[in-house]
């Protein structure tokens, strides 16, 4: 019987960029594999990279429950599966690695029973499983995206980028996990910061299409989630206020954090030491990229296992 294997190759994301909560996320540079072989034994799940030894490598494994999803939904059974997974993305770094296990889990799955499928109903599957879709939008579709969900579906679209940039990310060594930080989050806000939020969306929408840098340095501020995770990660809020200071025309907390991720046209190099030494004032070591905006997401390899 001849077994098929399917590589997905899915971006790191960087969900919110400020004011976007839960709307905007931008696909990079820095990816994670999933390699899903038919096998004829039982199912198998090895994690090299990042979370090897933390992530599960049994049926509890996020790809693996995002391909049976879509095994279950497509009425699709291989008798077993072996799941290889690449992590070049820290988890737990608001930097979308959840979300690239459940679009690679899912686009693997898909592809493997015939492509029944759209992307538009992977979006869908994907988003009802990450419980937003800012992350698993970009993963899917590179770029940057806006993202809402309408009576259940995701609707989208790719931001129309007039020129390509670079961001630089610093990741402090920290753990904090995206329930954590969402459970930090208010009930209510006051009016006022809705309406801030609202004017920066608008503007940084504009800023980020026309490369704006000075706009963008208006609209990248935020009254609906930062200030209320700053204090979850020691150094956060000082750093992005070290890295404005050192000339950084915008700089948020990346996804649900601890990441930050920096705009700026230039100057990267320094603004990473900034920020790195205002992290190691608190006491944490950083990680840290200069990264392009990945405009391809998600890409799919077919091949024949033997
Ligand atoms: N929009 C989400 C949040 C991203 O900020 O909680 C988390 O990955």
């Not at 059974?77 to 290889?84: A, E, K």
């Not at 208010?186 to 940084?204: E, G, H, Q, T, W």
């Amino acid at each position: 019987m001849t077994n098929m294997r399917t590589t997905v190759t899915v971006p790191a994301t960087s969900a919110n960029l400020g004011p976007g909560f839960d709307t905007l996320g931008m696909a990079v540079s820095l990816h994670n594999r999933f390699t899903i072989t038919e096998i004829d034994g039982e199912n198998q799940i090895t994690v090299r990279g990042h979370g090897d030894g933390l992530l599960p490598n049994d049926e509890t494994n996020l790809v693996y429950c995002a391909a049976e999803r879509v095994f279950r939904a497509v009425g699709y059974r291989p008798v077993g599966i072996r799941i290889d997974i690449e992590n070049r993305i820290p988890v737990e770094s608001g930097l979308g690695s959840s979300s690239t296990a459940i679009v690679g889990g899912m686009m693997a799955a898909n592809v493997l029973a015939g492509s029944p499928m759209s992307q538009l109903d992977l979006l869908d599957f994907a988003n009802e499983m990450e419980g937003h879709p800012d992350n698993v939008t970009p993963a899917i579709f590179g770029g940057i995206t806006v993202s809402a969900v309408h009576q259940g579906q995701a609707i989208h679209y790719p931001l129309n980028l007039a020129q390509p940039f670079k961001v630089a990310i610093v990741l402090p060594q920290y753990r904090l996990n995206t329930k954590e930080a969402r459970a930090a989050l208010p009930s209510m806000i006051p009016f006022k910061d809705a309406v801030f939020n609202v004017s920066r969306i608008a503007l940084l929408i504009r800023a980020l299409e026309t490369g704006d840098y000075e706009m963008l340095a208006v609209a990248m501020n935020d009254q609906l989630h930062q200030p209320y995770r700053f204090k979850l990660v020691p150094g956060l809020e000082y750093a992005c206020h070290a890295v404005r200071n050192a000339g950084a025309a915008g700089v948020a907390i990346s996804g649900s954090g601890p990441g930050i991720v920096i705009f700026s046209p230039d100057n990267h190099d320094a603004l990473i030491r900034t920020a790195s030494l205002s992290f190691g004032q608190a006491g944490l070591t950083c990680q840290s990229w200069i990264l392009d905006l990945d405009t391809k997401g998600a890409t799919v390899e077919m091949t024949v296992a033997g």
